[in-house]
């Protein structure tokens, strides 16, 4: 009996490489492309990860690119680097403001995009609205060094205008630019200003796909204009709209759309309001990197990415529950 | 788009008059607070260097001078990098967006044997990174060091653009494909021919993403090139900002600096809108892919 | 007979010394090594000296008369980034030649794998050298290994202290006050701290409107220095406590306390501008010239430089005058400035280099009081004429054209210093700098041992703990300056301390007083 079912067995096997082949061949093309890109990636990507080995070793650049493989295991059994990290006195700021500034970034900048291009769309004039979308990408390509330059002549106390008007209207001066409490503010609001009009192109671009006779038929059953945004514009763009999201959340660390965190802590940020500048990603090349200090930087970047990848599963997995929409 | 729909007789509801009006504030005030600080720049763009320090520049240049102009056009291998910066940015787009539009598309197919695979393995490296040094070996290997395909060959792909790309393409009903495979087309043409024009504003904007990047990226060009001739825009204008910075951090101060008339406050945006120029030309033209819209029902 | 002899003696003798002084090396010798060959060649070149505006060799007046004089000839790279030279290092790409500042980068370099020993390279190709160096800028620039990679530029050894006619660094941080503002409140005598303090106070009282004393985190320390601590040119820097061990400047609790509380006190009185503990260069400039400064601490260079462009902004009231002494704290000179003279930047040959004998060559010539000049001043009579004794400079030729102070491969400080003067000198209005290198002078004690103390070198133990201590140092202090209360600023300081105790700053006075009894020691025989 068993004689026969092992050779059912066999031949089932036989049969389903089989179709496996035929399957394969049938999408070779498509097979052809992904491939091309997984070797691609696999050489320019992975291949470099190797390098990730110093984040627990005592490495030392002099030591050269053998010595990343030759290097000495750091103390405490590799993770030297990382304790250190969590030992520092400023470990629990650095993490505090991370998280804080980015989940408001999050809060704040993400919906803005979004309710942009819903407004550019719901525009008549065509001219003005194409006039008004360039215009808006603007600040994307002024780079915060600039941004900061601009913020300082304006908030600056020796001859910044708000000031100036500030003490014409017989108020105190405001330390915008050392003052703790003021650093998240300008934070956000400068990112959200930043990235608003860059982003708006993804959701302008998913809105221009939606196919027109969707809104013919509502407007013929006598939808009003908003429930044609509720109904029509918005759930056309969902699954834009999550995988955004999910992205977003992934490169939470780096902070808002575009990964602010590090310019505005480098720029904005200075030894005053320290205590509420400093981010994660900023503090990887304080502490590690302008202080040649690769194996601390790559232990504190390892930690990051591991950090990103879990948001990204997490909300990933959230947004196929709730909205049947996912990266993968 | 409803525009072209609007019966100019309908009369204007009252919610048309609100929705109006909310969306011409929600303009206005975009409009304004993004060319606002544009037109800043150009103003001190156009300022003396020393003068613009005193502060007090708003809306129109005190002491007008092309000399920050003069002092950015006036670096050697401008032009040079310049060429080299267009030809990367052309060729390193259109490249970029086709390998990776082709991984995209093979990939948001659900049937795709491996598919899984394929796409946690293009998850995990947009989140890990081995750092510079092992690029620099591998670079130094493959040859790529101090030749123009260090700008072109690591960035045939990118993680994010695929991405998007990968969601856009899933939105495209089955039933488009399958009539074109019975017609007999093969899933290289079914892409070219029908999956690309169809998603045109994702690539309009795949295109000017990585097209933006390319042009604005300097880090490459300042760790792997150190032919002068090979250099792009964007890291000569870094050198020069950096130039023009103050010298503070030296112990033994800096005797020539009373003899370089412009500063880093001008100099910045002079070399920013040198570098965003080009950009503003090439935009309108991919715009109109992405504003305009496209009529999905005529394809059918 | 015995006269006969005796002139035979002094004759031999005569000869001796005769041919003795004529196979003595001197800058203007034929055996020079790099007068032997002068054939073209070109070496790949990095440097960090970012504000030069050229970037290429060959297109100014100094480089290229080196090129005539030398054949030797460069392909440059200017820094873009502060990684860069690591990164290099690490993956083998340094260029032939590296001529950098900075603490971590000349650690990064001064390592028998990466570059050639210059006293190997001197023995091997150009041993007439070992005559024509001072044997204090090599004790300086030895390591630990017994081998020098460089000699530094700018090093001020015993000569240049004995020297009254040399000053201090134009870089010195000095206090400026507005002089029409001062006349106002009667010209006060400003010697002490509490004087500086009234003064402040009565100028506020009298412009309310004006930002009173700005002190940037850069050039700050004039202040701190009265207080006794000491001026730290690197941050690693070490000084020497009552028990005769070396240890860290900012650890100092009993030294630091009295100056962050009197710092305090001027803020809370809105005297000192908050704002401007945050400033850099170009922004303390910026508050300077909007016009509404009283008093502002600087380098001794920025007063002229300022008070020059001020000049020639329309409608300008503003001359700054600098204060030519440091001021007493309770009636005692706390001052406590040593200065070693590590120099400032080093010139280094990389392994990578092909043919190391030439650079070698080339730096005999830079060393030469010849070379020294023209790579300072610029080429004679083209760049600058000689008033005084001091260089002024053409004004004719930019910058640019000119080529001075970025190819200057082995400055001396004492060249440097006289361009300085001859520039002050074109007009007194703006020649301030003049004296106040000479009146800062005497602040000033010279220990080479100090000097010799080594930084922590990156990625070891001590350096992991001294990059938290500076870390600390710099976030924790304006935070205690811009304390509300009293009570605020003192806890601040007990709990910066107490973090800094936490972070091992045992361990790393422990490392400095290591080295410096060492030093001491080797020194001593």
């Known amino acids: 009996m068993s004689v026969i079912n092992k050779a059912k067995e066999k031949s089932n096997y036989k049969a389903r490489i089989k179709r496996s082949l035929r399957r394969f061949y049938a999408q070779r093309w498509l097979q052809l492309f992904a491939i091309l890109g997984f070797v691609y990636i696999l050489i320019f990507n992975y291949l470099p990860m190797l390098g990730i080995q110093i984040a627990f070793k005592s490495y030392k650049p002099s030591m050269g690119f053998k010595g990343m493989f030759t290097a000495p295991l750091a103390r405490n059994y590799g993770f030297y680097h990382f304790i250190s990290f969590l030992k520092d006195p400023n470990f629990s700021i650095v993490m505090r403001n991370t998280v804080g500034l980015s989940l408001m970034k999050l809060f704040f900048s993400f919906p803005v995009p979004i309710l942009f291009a819903l407004a550019l769309n719901e525009m008549r004039h065509i001219k003005i609205k194409r006039i008004v979308q360039t215009v808006s990408y603007l600040p994307h390509f002024i780079s915060w060094v600039i941004v900061y330059g601009i913020l300082f002549s304006f908030l600056n106390t020796s001859n910044g205008v708000i000031n100036s008007l500030l003490q014409s209207l017989g108020k105190e001066k405001m330390e915008f630019l050392t003052g703790k409490e003021y650093y998240y503010t300008i934070a956000v609001i400068s990112d959200i200003w930043k990235e608003m009009g860059w982003w708006s192109i993804i959701f302008l671009a998913a809105i221009s796909g939606i196919d027109q006779t969707q809104y013919e038929a509502a407007k013929v059953d006598g939808a009003s204009r908003f429930r044609c945004i509720w109904s029509i514009t918005l759930p056309n763009i969902k699954s834009t709209i999550m995988i955004v999201l999910i992205l977003a959340i992934g490169s939470l660390i780096r902070g808002g759309m575009g990964g602010s965190n590090f310019d505005q802590s480098y720029l904005l940020g200075n030894s005053l309001n320290y205590e509420r500048s400093v981010t994660l990603p900023y503090y990887v090349y304080e502490m590690g990197l302008a202080q040649q200090r690769f194996s601390y930087a790559t232990a504190i970047g390892l930690f990051q990415s591991v950090i990103s990848l879990l948001l990204v599963l997490i909300s990933n997995y959230v947004s196929d529950k709730l909205t049947g929409s996912s990266l993968f | 788009m409803l525009a072209t729909y609007k019966n100019k007789r309908i009369k204007r509801s009252t919610e048309d008059y609100i929705i109006d009006f909310v969306v011409a504030i929600i303009v206005c005030f975009v409009f304004f607070v993004t060319v606002y600080p544009f037109w800043y720049c150009i103003v001190l763009s156009f300022n003396e260097g020393t003068d613009a320090l005193r502060g007090g520049i708003y809306f129109w240049p005190r002491k007008i001078t092309l000399e920050n102009y003069n002092a950015v056009i006036g670096i050697d291998y401008i032009p040079t990098a310049f060429m080299v910066s267009v030809a990367r940015t052309l060729l390193g787009t259109v490249l970029c967006v086709v390998f990776t539009g082709l991984f995209a598309f093979a990939i948001s197919h659900k049937k795709l044997m491996g598919r899984k695979i394929y796409i946690t393995a293009m998850i995990i490296i947009m989140y890990f990174s081995g750092g510079l040094i092992p690029q620099y070996m591998l670079y130094k290997t493959m040859g790529l060091m101090n030749s123009f395909w260090v700008y072109i060959i690591p960035n045939l792909f990118s993680a994010f653009n695929a991405v998007i790309m990968m969601n856009a393409f899933r939105e495209i009903p089955d039933s488009l494909e399958e009539a074109a495979i019975i017609d007999g087309a093969n899933d290289m043409r079914v892409f070219f021919q029908i999956v690309f024009p169809i998603s045109m504003p994702t690539m309009a904007t795949m295109a000017l993403y990585s097209g933006v990047w390319h042009w604005n990226t300097w880090t490459d060009s300042a760790f792997f090139i150190s032919n002068k001739s090979l250099k792009t825009l964007s890291n000569v204008m870094i050198n020069l900002i950096n130039q023009s910075e103050s010298a503070a951090q030296t112990m033994v101060g800096n005797i020539n600096q009373s003899q370089v008339t412009y500063t880093a406050m001008t100099l910045r945006p002079a070399a920013m809108i040198i570098c965003v120029i080009p950009i503003a030309i090439v935009y309108p033209f991919l715009q109109k892919h992405f504003v305009k819209g496209v009529m999905l029902g005529s394809i059918k | ?525």
């Open chain 3, 1 to 525: 007979m015995k006269k006969f002899t005796t002139l035979l003696m002094a004759l031999i003798i005569c000869l001796f010394a005769f041919s003795n002084a004529l196979t003595q090396t001197t800058w203007d010798s034929d055996n020079l090594a790099w007068k032997q060959n002068k054939d073209p060649i070109t070496f790949s070149l990095y440097h960090n000296m970012t504000w030069a505006p050229m970037d290429v060799w060959g297109k100014d007046h100094v480089s290229q008369r080196v090129t005539e004089d030398t054949g030797i000839s460069f392909d440059v790279e200017i820094q873009s980034n502060a990684q860069q030279l690591a990164t290099y290092v690490a993956g083998g790409q340094l260029p032939e030649a590296v001529f950098v500042f900075g603490g971590a980068n000349k650690d990064l370099l001064e390592n028998y794998d990466i570059c050639y020993a210059w006293d190997e390279l001197i023995d091997q190709y150009a041993p007439e050298m070992w005559d024509l160096i001072d044997k204090s800028d090599i004790q300086l620039a030895t390591k630990s290994d017994g081998h020098f990679y460089t000699l530094y530029t700018h090093v001020r050894n015993q000569e240049y202290w004995d020297d009254p006619g040399q000053g201090v660094s134009y870089g010195e941080n000095v206090l400026s006050f507005r002089q029409d503002v001062l006349e106002e409140l009667g010209n006060p005598e400003i010697n002490t701290v509490d004087d500086l303090y009234n003064v402040l106070k009565a100028a506020k009282e009298l412009h309310p409107e004006m930002v009173i004393y700005v002190q940037p985190e850069l050039n700050g320390t004039y202040l701190s220095r009265c207080f006794g601590v000491p001026y730290s040119g690197t941050q690693g820097a070490a000084t020497i406590n009552d028990n005769g061990e070396a240890e860290w400047v900012f650890g100092q609790k009993d030294v630091l306390s009295p100056y962050l509380e009197f710092a305090n006190k001027l803020f809370r009185e809105g005297l000192l501008s908050q704002e401007s503990l945050t400033y850099d260069q170009e922004q303390c400039k910026a508050a300077v010239m909007a016009g509404n400064v009283f008093c502002y601490a600087g380098q001794a260079y920025d007063v002229d430089q300022w008070n020059k462009a001020l000049d020639a902004v329309d409608g300008n009231k503003a001359y700054y005058v600098a204060l030519r002494k440091i001021l007493t704290v309770d009636g005692e000179l706390l001052v406590n400035d040593t200065w070693g003279s590590p120099g400032f930047a080093g010139f280094y040959i990389t392994r990578n280099c092909k043919e190391p004998g030439r650079l070698i060559a080339l730096m005999e010539y830079m060393r030469s009081p010849y070379a020294d000049k023209l790579t300072q001043w610029g080429v004679p009579e083209l760049d600058y004429d000689m008033v005084d004794g001091f260089p002024v400079q053409n004004e004719d030729y930019s910058w640019k054209e000119r080529g001075d102070n970025v190819w200057y491969f082995q400055a001396s400080f004492a060249v440097e210093n006289m361009k300085a003067l001859g520039t002050a000198l074109k007009d007194e209005r703006f020649a301030q700098t003049a004296h106040l290198v000479l009146d800062y002078k005497p602040y000033w004690k010279y220990d080479v041992n100090l000097s010799l103390i080594a930084n922590a070198e990156a990625n070891t133990y001590e350096g992991d703990v001294f990059a938290t201590l500076d870390n600390l140092r710099k976030t924790r202090m304006s935070s205690i300056i811009t304390a509300k209360t009293e009570e605020e600023c003192k806890q601040g300081i007990e709990e910066f301390f107490a973090a800094l105790d936490s972070a091992e700053l045992d361990v790393y006075n422990k490392f400095l007083n290591d080295q410096y009894q060492a030093i001491k020691s080797r020194n001593a025989e």
